[in-house]
T-cell receptor
Framework: DVKVTQSSRYLVKRTGEKVFLECVQDMDHENMFWYRQDPGLGLRLIYFSYDVKMKEKGDIPEGYSVSREKKERFSLILESASTNQTSMYLC????????????FGEGSRLTVL | QKEVEQNSGPLSVPEGAIASLNCTYSDRVSQSFFWYRQYSGKSPELIMSIYSNGDKEDGRFTAQLNKASQYVSLLIRDSQPSDSATYLCAERSNFGNEKLTFGTGTRLTIIP
């Protein structure tokens, strides 16, 4: 089974802090994604990566950056956390096949005070 | 910006009845469509994909795609309480683009 592991299930940070959200997948997938999920807004893509050191902006990249130094690991960085970044963050991975199947991690609920 | 729209619900359906979930999309070049199910407190999981006009059946689930009208639907026959979840519609523009755009989801409750 594909396993996507997010480092933290719950985080509480203060405004202005730098936040790292880590994601690791064990299926040698080329593609990895960071989404945030908010009530009434659904899943919105922040960034995705289709290869090591490659990244593309999603629909809401402002205030975020990403890093993919190794194929299995994709990190989301909030350089200076703000209260409007309080959300559920979901990491996903996908192989290079034609299907649309994303494998999601369990999510990281971030609260910024 | 591409949009995928769903009725947020909640949608309540008696056990054993057919649940019908609908989704419309704005991008005429969208090629591939997916239905994900998300149980409360859990992550989404893929349950159906459809690429061509018409119906695709998998057990109690049927996905329907109408590209001319730009809508995709999911029918759940013989609804069970275990089908109670949020259903997310997603689209992808073409096979070379790995980016999926999700709708806001429809919350479905099956009433025993």
């Amino acid at each position: 089974d594909v396993k996507v592991t997010q480092s933290s299930r719950y985080l509480v940070k203060r405004t202005g802090e730098k936040v790292f959200l880590e994601c690791v997948q064990d299926m040698d997938h080329e593609n990895m994604f960071w989404y945030r999920q908010d009530p009434g807004l659904g899943l919105r893509l922040i960034y995705f990566s289709y290869d090591v050191k490659m990244k593309e902006k999603g629909d809401i990249p402002e205030g975020y950056s990403v890093s993919r130094e190794k194929k299995e690991r994709f990190s989301l960085i909030l350089e200076s956390a703000s209260t409007n970044q309080t959300s559920m963050y979901l990491c996903a991975s996908k192989g290079g096949d034609y299907t649309g199947e994303l494998f999601f991690g369990e999510g990281s609920r971030l609260t910024v005070l | 910006q591409k949009e995928v729209e769903q009725n947020s619900g909640p949608l309540s359906v008696p056990e054993g009845a057919i649940a019908s979930l609908n989704c419309t999309y704005s991008d005429r070049v969208s090629q591939s469509f997916f239905w994900y199910r998300q149980y409360s407190g859990k992550s989404p999981e893929l349950i159906m994909s459809i690429y061509s006009n018409g119906d695709k059946e998998d057990g109690r689930f049927t996905a329907q795609l109408n590209k001319a009208s730009q809508y995709v639907s999911l029918l759940i026959r013989d609804s069970q309480p275990s089908d109670s979840a949020t259903y997310l519609c997603a689209e992808r523009s073409n096979f070379g683009n790995e980016k999926l755009t999700f709708g806001t989801g429809t919350r479905l409750t099956i009433i025993p």
